[in-house]
């Protein structure tokens, strides 16, 4: 999805999209309908999680965590030593719950959000876990709020800032949890950032130059501001400002400035003398571990995740934890007071995650809770990390799922499902979007394109004015790889993607029709002009990065440049079958920017089947349309490239999924 290049605070880990391919007459009969019981139910991989974002509070008696109450994701809270005793503390029923709540110091509320339909307005509120009661925190409709701050000094207060005096900055106010009570500190009129440390004292803003560079302020006890760091547009990516210490004499941050690889350092505020605390030569520092704002471990991203030990006691704590992971991913999600209980994620890519705890007295680790249930008994397929070689020599990081059939089978077709942001990346672990296809007989293919971030600042600024340019030279170069490796059958090549891979699912269609059979985009940008102008109005301070990044819509040059990069600019060679899926409350990509091209190409005879989702945004938050979605997905990529086809059933029932064109066009649809 298209995110802001600051707001890097975890991995996201997420389904990838991808495309399809032109039948054969071969081992694969194009659109193979069978029985549902001879294929893994699309539910297994798309409906919500069993259980999810597991965390401990702070005193370290009680886990919450995220589960369905009738549909819809809730709050459950159990003693930590009686799992049996869990219930849940919210009873919301019109949208999930978010994932990103926290435990507020009390140990007895939780601070929750929401949005609507999605439009991304999250609006905060606290539940007492013993009394039910619930306290809105933040303004309720039409506001975006987030959690600025939390310290145990203050247990009853949170900082937070929203955006409901101006839609474009932040203000920041110390609220209390318990009774909702809200104080203004800080009206906010330049920053798109601001650094806070445990006092609860504004220490830092930022604020974007019209080059793009980043300017850092330091804030004094009398209020003035004066210049504290600058941060060229280059090194946007891998910089970010994290946490003072607790005694707010040291600077925590990660730093691209003057080397490719981000690197996690610390800062004496008092002497601006620098320390390198971890570092990867061959990868970014993308996460930090904490305790007691304090860095502990730090962690990189290249194929898969490595720990950089910055805290001696972290080196036991792997030993701990890396038996019980099963040769998975560890993740370190919390540490409760006195560091005595660690809580943990184990991601794997052909099992499900699983929650865990270690007691570091004793040194066990507890296993908790399976995310996903019911991937017990499902055969799932490797996620294999490769390297594919770019025409002009980068290394293109990508993941490789292949289908059981394939063996003996003759080439399979194959999906490449290409993730957007574009500032963002694929990563190992449990995929359900390759799972699914693989299940369904496709190899699938995924590459971290040029842009993608973790690898480097020269790999993020090697996209610069590339849209459509050398960022799909890649995905091409990806697909011929896998042809001249023998994992595809070049004839039955699909793209699917969402949001920056929407965009490039329709470039695909316009500049290479004849290296895809058809096409799946997920609210893609067909108009860079058009988007530019549709931004929400708190991506404006930072949208000089836009015009460096993409082109500079305010000059004629700029202009012409992004019509030339925009799909909607080169409808003559569309020919492929596309599937084109919108959440008409998406705030990202306007719902015009499918609107748009729906009507071209339709008005150049190009075979297109539109479906709108009233109640979403940018992605599908209500497992009933996610399932509807697949469910037309799976009919099309099946109709064009031969794999096999669980009948559409019941799983479009609940949905708000509306043929706006092209229903004929798609099995069963």
């Avoid at 004496?268 to 990868?283: H, Q, V, Y």
């Avoid at 470039?507 to 058009?530: M, W, Y």
Wanted: one cysteine or more; charged letters at 25%; aromatic letters at 10%.
């Amino acid at each position: 999805m298209l995110v802001s290049p600051i707001d890097r605070r975890r991995l996201l880990r997420q389904g990838a999209l991808a495309g399809a391919a032109l039948p054969l007459l071969s081992l694969w009969p194009a659109g193979r309908a069978v029985a549902e019981a001879e294929l893994v139910p699309r539910r297994v991989f798309f409906d919500d999680v069993d259980i999810g974002s597991v965390s401990v509070s702070p005193d370290g008696w009680t886990l919450a965590w995220l589960a369905p109450v009738d549909g819809v994701r809730n709050l459950f809270v159990a003693r930590i030593d009686d799992l049996k005793s869990a219930r849940p503390v919210t009873r919301v029923t019109d949208r999930n719950i978010a994932p990103f709540y926290r435990w507020a110091q009390t140990n007895r509320h939780l601070v929750f959000f929401q949005e609507r339909d999605g439009d991304e307005n999250w609006r905060a509120s606290s539940v007492d876990i013993h009394s039910g009661a619930i306290v809105p925190l933040t303004p309720p409709q039409g506001v975006r709020a987030f959690v600025q701050e939390i310290d145990r000094k203050f247990p009853t207060d949170m900082l937070m800032r929203h955006n409901q005096r101006d839609k474009r900055y932040f203000d920041l106010y110390r609220v209390n949890i318990v009774n909702g009570r809200s104080d203004l500190l800080y009206e906010n009129t330049e920053y798109t950032g601001l650094i806070t440390d445990g006092d609860f004292q504004l220490r830092l803003g930022v604020r974007f130059a019209k080059d793009g560079s980043a300017e850092v302020l330091e804030r004094h006890a009398t209020g003035n501001w004066s210049p504290f760091a600058t941060i060229p547009v280059g090194d946007i990516d891998g910089t970010r400002l994290l946490d003072f210490s607790p005694d707010g004499h040291t600077l925590y941050f990660i730093d691209a400035r003057g080397r490719d690889k981000a690197a996690l350092f610390a800062m004496e505020m008092a002497s601006r003398k620098t320390t390198l605390l971890a570092a990867d030569d061959e990868a970014d520092i993308v996460g930090v571990n904490w305790f007691n704002r304090r860095p502990v471990a730090a962690m990189s991203y290249r194929e898969r995740a490595r720990w950089h030990v910055v805290d001696a006691s972290m080196v036991q704590d792997l030993a701990d934890l890396g038996p019980a992971s099963g040769g998975g991913d560890i993740e370190i999600l919390g540490r409760t007071y006195g560091n005595r209980v660690v809580t943990a994620f184990f991601q794997h890519d052909t099992a499900s995650g699983e929650y865990a705890l270690l007691d570091r007295e004793t040194h066990e680790v507890r296993p908790l809770f399976k995310q996903r249930k019911a991937l017990a008994d499902v055969p799932l397929h490797k996620l294999e990390p490769v390297v594919i070689p770019a025409r002009d020599g980068l290394r293109l990081n990508g993941y490789l799922t292949r289908p059981a059939e394939a063996a003996g089978a003759g080439k399979p077709p194959m999906v490449l499902v290409i993730h957007g942001g574009p500032y963002d990346r694929d990563v190992w672990g449990f995929n359900p979007t390759h799972q699914w296809l693989a299940s369904r007989g496709y190899a699938v293919l995924s590459v971290n394109y040029r842009g993608s971030t973790g690898f480097g600042k020269a790999f993020v600024t090697a996209a610069d004015r590339e849209w459509g340019g050398r960022m799909h030279d890649d995905l091409i170069d990806a697909v011929d790889w896998a042809v001249a490796q023998g994992i595809a059958d070049p004839a039955r090549v699909g793209f699917y993607g969402g949001s920056y891979g929407g965009y490039s699912a329709l470039v695909a269609a316009t500049r290479t029709p004849e290296k895809f059979a058809c096409i799946v985009d997920l609210f893609g940008i067909s108009n860079l002009n058009t988007f530019m102008a549709t931004i929400p109005a708190y991506w404006g301070p930072w949208f000089s990065i836009w015009k460096q990044r993409l082109g500079d819509p305010a000059t004629e040059e700029g202009r012409a440049f992004l019509a030339d990069r925009s799909p909607l600019n080169h409808l003559d060679r569309a020919t492929r079958p596309i599937l084109i899926a919108q959440g008409m409350k998406d705030v990202r990509v306007v719902a015009a920017e499918s609107e748009q091209m729906v009507s071209a190409l339709k008005a150049r005879g190009v075979p297109v089947t539109y479906v709108s989702f009233s109640d979403e945004g940018h992605g599908f938050a209500r497992p009933v349309n996610r399932l509807a979605f697949f469910a037309v997905a799976e009919a099309f990529l099946g109709k064009h490239l031969g794999g096999r086809v669980q009948p559409v059933g019941d799983d479009l029932k609940g949905s708000t999924l509306k043929v706006e064109t092209g229903g004929e066009l798609v099995p069963g649809l």
